[in-house]
């Protein structure tokens, strides 16, 4: 259903985008700095944090806000009642176990994944990941998992949407590097990635269909680069994911 432009709330619209200014790697922002990120003039952006320290959804200490943990209610509260986490939990619960790395389900949010369920049997991250911690798609192997099951004309508007960042040196940012890259995960049926996140990580993704065939989650392992070559991540690992995604299958709608 469309909305006419009378309808909508501009003040709401533009808190939200204040916001979604915060993430893992911007946890703390001048009025300035949000203004920039949002798209806002420094004036709103100033009156949007302000309103958010005062109902405490952020802290002020005179020059930089920082969101507190009352702004998870925005989002805990969805995730609790989104049937996928529910039925992901206990598979990937006993998959971590079995193989002994830790092992994560996301969805594709424009240009970022969003974890929606984690099962963590070591910290492999230098940032703390649990459900609602989001990535870029682009460099990350359920990205590329979720970007390929995109048609092609989609993967290329969020690519050029994305903030391509070069995270390492190993990170890929040329766009027309990523698509072949989206392609190839889509015709192998997994994602591979050697260090593009962190130096040290790597990880290996599949997606998750539904009963109809649709890809509507990834489904990954990530764990040290001294663990495994990229080679043993195959081997070792892709086995065990794909017989989660076949029990799954039967499961997702």
């Known amino acids: 259903m469309a909305v006419s432009e009378r309808d909508m709330m501009g003040g709401l619209a533009k808190g939200l985008r204040v916001i979604e200014a915060f993430s893992s790697e911007r946890p703390r922002l001048s009025i300035s700095d949000a203004a920039e990120i949002a798209g ?3 004036a709103t952006t100033r009156r949007c944090l302000l309103t958010l320290s005062e109902l405490g959804y952020a802290a002020y200490d005179g020059k930089f806000f920082t969101v507190t943990p009352k702004v998870l209610r925005l989002g805990t509260g969805c995730l609790a009642t989104m049937p996928l986490p529910k039925i992901v939990q206990p598979l990937i619960d006993h ?3 079995v193989i002994g790395q830790s092992t994560s389900v996301s969805i594709l949010d424009e240009t970022e994944i969003v974890y929606v369920a984690r099962a963590a049997q070591q910290r492999v991250m230098s940032i703390a990941l649990m459900p609602g911690s989001r ?5 990350t192997s359920m990205g590329r998992v979720l970007l390929s099951a995109q048609p092609p004309e989609r993967q290329r508007d969020i ?4 903030r391509l960042v070069t995270r390492t040196e190993k990170t890929i940012t040329d766009i027309q590097a990523l698509l072949t890259e989206i392609e190839v995960t889509g015709h192998r049926g997994y994602a591979l990635i050697d260090q593009e996140v962190e130096i ?3 990880s290996i993704a599949v997606p998750l269909k539904s009963v109809r065939g649709q890809t509507v989650a990834a489904l990954n392992v990530g764990l040290a680069a001294s663990v495994a070559s990229m080679e043993d991540l195959v081997e070792r690992y892709l086995p065990a994911l794909l017989s989660v995604q076949r029990e799954l299958a039967r499961m997702l709608v």
């Open 40 to 42: 806002l003039d420094r």
């Open 95 to 97: 998959l971590s176990e």
């Open 135 to 139: 990535l870029p798609a682009y460099c």
């Open 159 to 162: 690519l050029e949407a994305s």
């Open 200 to 202: 040290g990580l790597r």
